[in-house]
């Protein structure tokens, strides 16, 4: 019989690993919760309806399709068939796919239920979301989403709170070394106008936003095999180039993008997140104007941001950005301007590895295991744990009698912090042997001791 195996791109996760997943799950949700976010989840598959076009072409081609159940191929002509053109048979096929993100199911739901939520409507949303894409290191083809949007609002502010949450998980998680990556579409815009590039700027922006994974020479030749010539690719490496502080760097833009309208309204706009920042009481340590981030999604209007942690090969672990248009592609009249971001656990979870950054708690399962000799102290020990359990305190007895070792074995392996050990003595006596597994030491106490230690 053949073994069975998993689809190219997908994971198990085992109790170790869910562990640490939860850790990071949990944090990043009381951070949301904290900043006045609210939950929502949404199907797993939506209509290709929903899906397509909202992604751009890239996006498109890489949406999981669902084969419409029973007999998928009853009516489809059979002269698509024998052209064996995927794309014209696809729609007689298939009416849904899985989700490719959280955003744009996001704005299904605000047009679907506008007249029952107040705006602004700040959600939050951790589910899973799938692509298919070519696995490789940090790039899976399922994996979780963790997103905080806010809709019906215009206020910049929004843009500098993304900023603080951004930086309040990294903190919490213990990640010291990282960029938070912002610029403006329409300052990606200014550049287009600036090296008239108009009406190309969909491939002028996906290109240079792989300038920092391929590097300079591979962007100028992939744009010049796309029609751009040799003046253009210099005024635009010339912008592009520009270093500094983002002060400096701003002031920098002024200038060159003067002639653009667009651009100087991108500029004004990061600058008044900056400020936010100033007055917030933050500084912008740790956050960049770079002028190369483009982020493939085409729906995003205004700012957009990413996150990479600088000390591991993974790519980004977070991005996001504003979008004005979205609710609109949904037929909806009213415009609803929206701004989120999303974090990645996968590669959140395997920077922190890489990194050795989890903490040994976040290992740890119950926090006592009770050990027992023979049945009479076992039932005693159904009492003991019974007292654990309703001071919220986690705890499980071993579930049959055996040898002491074997128990105690089992409770180091499933990294148990403590065995209370009950024998005739104790419980005659009411006084029990607390063994600590991790450094080995023990003591004797009462039960109402050891409940009020452990609490603590």
């Known amino acids: 019989m053949e073994k069975p195996s998993l689809p190219k791109g997908t994971r ?21 919760q904290k900043f006045g976010f609210l939950p929502l989840e949404t199907p797993a598959m939506e ?32 002269a698509k068939l024998e052209s064996r053109n995927s794309k014209s048979i696809t729609p007689d096929i298939a009416e849904k796919g899985l989700r490719y993100d959280l955003t744009v199911p996001f704005a299904r739901f605000v047009v679907m239920n506008r007249h029952e939520i107040t705006l602004p409507f700040k959600r939050f949303q951790i589910q899973p979301v799938w692509r298919a894409d070519r696995p490789q290191k940090g790039r899976y083809r399922e994996f979780f989403q963790c997103d905080a949007d806010v809709v ?11 900023i603080f949450m951004i930086k309040e998980v990294m903190s919490r998680l213990g990640v010291i070394d990282y960029t938070i990556k912002i610029n ?17 700027e969909s491939e002028l922006f996906v290109a240079i936003d792989k300038l920092d994974k391929i590097g300079v020479e591979n962007v100028k030749k992939e744009l010049s095999e796309k029609g751009f010539n040799p003046s253009q690719l210099d005024t635009l490496f010339q912008v592009l180039s520009i270093q500094g502080l983002n002060s400096d760097k701003i002031e920098s833009l002024n200038n060159s993008l003067s002639a653009s309208n667009s651009g100087i309204k991108g500029l004004r706009e990061i600058q008044h997140v900056f400020d936010f920042l100033k007055q917030y009481g933050e500084s912008d340590e740790h956050v ?18 990413e996150v990479k942690i600088n000390s591991v090969s993974i790519g980004s672990v977070s991005g996001g950005g504003r979008y004005d248009n979205l609710t609109q592609a949904f037929g909806a ?8 971001i999303s974090f990645g656990i996968d590669r959140i979870y395997d920077a922190m590895e890489e990194l050795n950054l989890f903490s040994p708690q976040a290992l740890l399962s119950s ?50 912090e403590h065995a209370i050990v009950i024998g005739e003595e104790e419980m005659k006596s009411g006084i029990f042997t607390i063994k600590n597994l991790i450094n080995g030491e023990q003591t004797r106490l009462p039960l109402e001791t050891i409940i009020q230690q452990l609490s603590n």
């Open 288 to 305: 960049e104007l770079d002028l190369a981030l483009a982020r493939g999604l085409s729906y995003y209007t205004g700012c957009i941001f």
């Open 12 to 32: 198990d996760f085992g109790p170790s690993t869910m562990a640490k997943r939860q850790f990071i799950l949990d944090t990043i949700r009381q951070v949301f």
């Open 367 to 416: 926090k006592v295991l009770i050990c027992h000799f023979d049945e009479g102290t076992f039932n005693h020990g159904l009492h003991v744990l019974a007292s654990l359990r309703k001071s919220g305190i986690a705890s499980e007895i071993y579930p049959e009698v055996a040898k002491l070792k074997k128990q105690l074995e089992y409770g180091s392996k499933k990294r148990i």
């Open 184 to 200: 403006h579409r329409r300052i990606l815009n200014g550049i287009a106008e600036a090296i008239q590039a108009m009406g190309k």
């Open 47 to 78: 209509n290709l309806s929903t899906l397509t076009g909202k992604y751009g072409e890239e996006g498109d081609q890489l949406l999981f399709k669902i084969l419409n159940s029973g007999d998928f191929l009853k009516e489809v002509d059979p």
């Open 333 to 340: 009249k009213e415009r609803l301007s929206g701004v989120g």
């Open 152 to 162: 019906g609002t215009d206020s910049l502010v929004c843009e500098a709170e993304i």
